[in-house]
């Protein structure tokens, strides 16, 4: 199937009027057929076949002989072919960057070097001829070919300002519509031949999300009837938030609210902020609606995918399948994506591809769930995209289990959503009542530090026979915990973030299988929405809504016949010193939660909420308030049609929201021979999987111990510290504060 077949297939199922997708089918379609037609070029073919270097750019050739033989082709389609690769000039002539088109065989820069590429078609005349007569066949279109004269002088009606970013240029000559226009074609026609060159011809059908409310049901609530607040999220239309208990149907209510707000060819958004939560997700909506229709879009998405089908296919075959299905989530292919808010605002901040949010975000569903966990600078990213996107008819809904006051009153001013939109369980409902009213945990206060009470804590999970959930501040506290407490316990396993890829997977599926472990010991990693219940818990100090999450980990239904028995200890297990002893929380914070706490034993989802909005009071404070207004008035997003230029992205983008959150990646010196064999045998998706995570910061301290090195020969850092499968990377003696 050719470019131009993909490009019918796509524009027939985006979310924009009837009349609109043909013109745009038609368009595109036609451009797909012309946008490699400059390859017939003697010096292109004779790279193909002897793996040379030709040097020159075949889709400026293209364009030319596009406008030649199709005069009627508008400017915008013109630009969208000959920039389908690389990016438009930038900088003035004798200037080359490596994403951006060589201006010196532009025709109207060094009409001599261009002269020169045109010859190269010239002198196969008879081949270029039998090559569009073939391509027209599939139209026909009216070209004109029969009397090509050869000569070609320019790109038609591209004219030079089209090509040029500073002062005069397309921002000064053109219209925003055009230029809106210009990349609108830009992105279907890359993501078309995207699509085509992986061979993915069967592209997923948008499913109408209505015709899978039975199935929500069925996976959602699992034969149990629908709750009163799950049942006003499928009867409200518009922008919505929802406030409802880890456990409680949550998710259901959201897919039902977006079967509710979806328009024709509708695509959905789900939006969480940690990548495991993202895969689970994917991996839950994908029983929905099926394994083609749901993508999932983050910085790791290629290693998950590869774990995903590694024990169905072989190695080679898998890594080959995850790459495919990894690209296709940045094209217009999955009609469902669960990602990071990051890639969201990659199209907001005009990042590498963001033209294609033009075609799919119209009229979208946007889900962004578990907001409160969002750091402020992103909050007010976030913010400042949605009132972009309401401006093309999107719909957002805000999930949240625990969700301050003050955030709530930011979501509703800034977004405008009305009171009759903001839902959770009433109490006046019998059901509803149950579910606020529903007590799952006991909580005690206990004094000291956790490590200072490991032994009672033992003693205790031996009398009961219980399943429990240790949850610590930092990595090194949970390292030890668990070296003790599996030695008592032969069923014990370790979660936090400085397990390579690999084994993170590893661990996440046997903690959220049918037979988990019946000790788990975790840091905040255990926060995200990881499906675990567990009978009881022992837990660091937190602030309230970071506690909401770690006990959603625990009598998660509430279905035990008594409150699950919680112990939160009043000081944190970490050494004090360079760094503040609470970190990475607010000290402040942190006590007044634990003050409040004392004050409850059997504590209720409301009396929870409550202790949220006191502590955090009126909201952000200081420089938390600071990074919320510079999100929120980012001037690239406020005036995005204006600063539209099309052809362009910023590169800088790649680096500010890629998702790593100010983290490098290392190879402990335990797995270096396993790294070098498998690059060896072109293994790189695996190889990749054996890095370990660790925070910037954590690195500078660790250079000073020299105890990091730096192998230019396979292009990674060494660490010098011990890791296993089942402990992680260890840094005794470094920087504990990292999750």
């Known amino acids: 199937m050719h470019v131009a077949d993909v490009a019918k297939l796509i524009c027939h199922i985006l979310p924009l009027p009837f009349d609109e997708r043909n013109k745009l089918a038609m368009s595109v379609s036609e451009i797909g ?15 193909v076949r002897n793996k040379s270097r030709w040097g020159h750019r075949h889709e400026i050739l293209s364009a030319a002989v596009a406008a030649k033989i199709a005069p009627h082709l508008k400017v915008e389609e013109l630009l969208a072919i000959v920039t389908h690769h690389k990016s438009i000039p930038q900088k003035s002539e004798g200037t080359t960057f490596e994403d951006c088109l060589p201006d010196n065989e532009l025709p109207f820069i060094r009409p001599n070097v261009f002269d020169e590429m045109i010859a190269e078609i010239v002198n196969k005349k008879e081949y270029f001829f039998d ?10 279109y009216k070209w004109h070919i029969d009397n090509l004269d050869f000569c070609f002088k320019d790109i038609g009606v591209l004219k030079h300002y089209w090509l040029r970013r500073q002062t005069n240029g397309q921002k000064d000559k053109t219209t925003i519509d055009q230029r809106r226009h210009a990349s609108l074609l830009r992105g279907l026609l890359i993501t078309a031949d995207h699509i085509a060159s992986a061979h993915q011809f069967n592209i997923p059908k948008i499913p109408i999300q209505k015709d899978y409310e039975a199935i929500i049901h069925q996976h959602e609530l699992k034969g149990q009837h629908i709750l009163p ?18 456990g409680s149907g949550k998710t259901a209510a959201i897919l039902l609210w977006a079967a509710k707000n979806q328009a024709e060819n509708g695509r959905l958004f789900y939006v969480l902020p940690h990548t ?9 909506l994908q029983k929905i609606y099926g394994k083609h229709t749901v993508g999932v879009l983050h910085h790791k998405n290629a290693a998950y995918l590869f774990r995903l089908f590694e024990n169905d296919y072989s190695s080679t075959d898998a890594a080959k399948m995850a790459q495919t299905i990894s690209g296709l989530a940045r094209e217009l292919y999955h009609p469902i994506r669960v990602t990071t808010p990051h890639q969201i605002l990659r199209v907001a901040l005009r990042g590498r591809g963001w033209e294609l949010g033009l075609a799919e975000f119209p009229n979208a569903c946007f889900v962004f769930d578990e907001i409160h966990a969002f750091e402020p600078l992103l909050v007010g990213l976030t913010l400042a995209t949605i009132k972009w996107l309401k401006s093309i008819g ?7 289990a625990t969700l301050p006051s003050f955030l709530e009153n930011i979501l509703k001013e800034e ?10 369980p009433i109490p006046e409902y019998k059901d509803d009542k149950e579910v606020l009213d529903k007590i799952r945990h006991n909580v005690e206060i206990r004094p000291g530090n956790l490590l200072l009470n490991i032994e009672t804590i033992i003693t205790e999970i031996k009398n009961s026979g219980k399943t429990a959930l240790i949850v610590c501040n930092h990595v090194a506290t949970s390292q030890k915990v668990f070296e003790i407490l599996r030695k ?13 890829a690999e084994d993170r997977f590893e661990i996440e599926s046997v903690i959220q299988s049918e037979n988990p472990p019946k000790i788990l010991v975790a840091t905040q990693a255990v926060e995200v929405s990881l499906d675990l219940d567990y009978d009881c818990g022992y837990i660091e100090p937190a602030p309230a809504d970071a506690l909401g999450q770690r006990l959603g980990r625990i009598n998660r239904k509430g279905s035990r016949y008594k409150p699950a028995q919680v112990v939160i200890f009043e000081e944190p297990s970490a ?3 360079e760094n503040p002893l609470y970190l990475p929380y607010d000290e402040e914070v942190t006590q007044e939660t634990i003050r409040l706490l004392r004050q409850v034993s059997l504590l209720t989802e409301q009396q929870l909420t409550d202790i949220v909005n006191k502590i955090y009071g009126d909201g952000y404070k200081r420089d938390s308030k600071d990074d919320y207004e510079k999100g929120l008035t980012n001037q690239m997003i406020a005036k995005f049609d204006e600063n539209i230029i099309a052809g362009t992205h910023k590169d800088w983008i790649e680096d500010v929201i890629e998702g790593t959150d100010g983290q490098i990646e290392v190879l402990p010196y335990e797995l270096e021979e396993e790294f070098r064999k498998l690059k060896e045998e072109k293994r790189y998706l695996e190889a990749s999987q054996l890095l370990v995570p660790i925070r910037l910061s954590q690195k500078f301290a660790i250079l000073k111990k020299r105890v990091l090195r730096y192998n230019r020969e396979i292009d990674e850092w060494i660490i010098d510290r011990s890791y296993s499968n089942k402990k992680g990377l260890d840094l005794t003696g470094q920087i504990e504060n990292i999750l």
């Open 229 to 246: 607040f799950q049942q006003r999220c499928a009867d409200t239309k518009g922008d919505t938030i929802l406030k409802a208990p880890t």
């Open 575 to 577: 050494k004090k010193r």
């Open 276 to 284: 495991a939560s993202i895969n689970a997700m994917h991996q839950r």
């Open 33 to 47: 057929l012309l946008h490699d037609i400059g390859k017939a070029a003697t010096g292109f073919q004779e790279m």
């Open 131 to 140: 090559l569009l007569n073939t391509l027209n066949d599939k139209g026909p």
């Open 394 to 400: 999107a719909k957002v809904l805000f999930a949240s």
């Open 488 to 500: 008592e316990f032969n069923d014990t396993r370790l979660l936090h973030a400085r397990f390579n």
């Open 415 to 424: 977004v405008g959503i009305p009171d009759l939109n903001i839902i959770s």
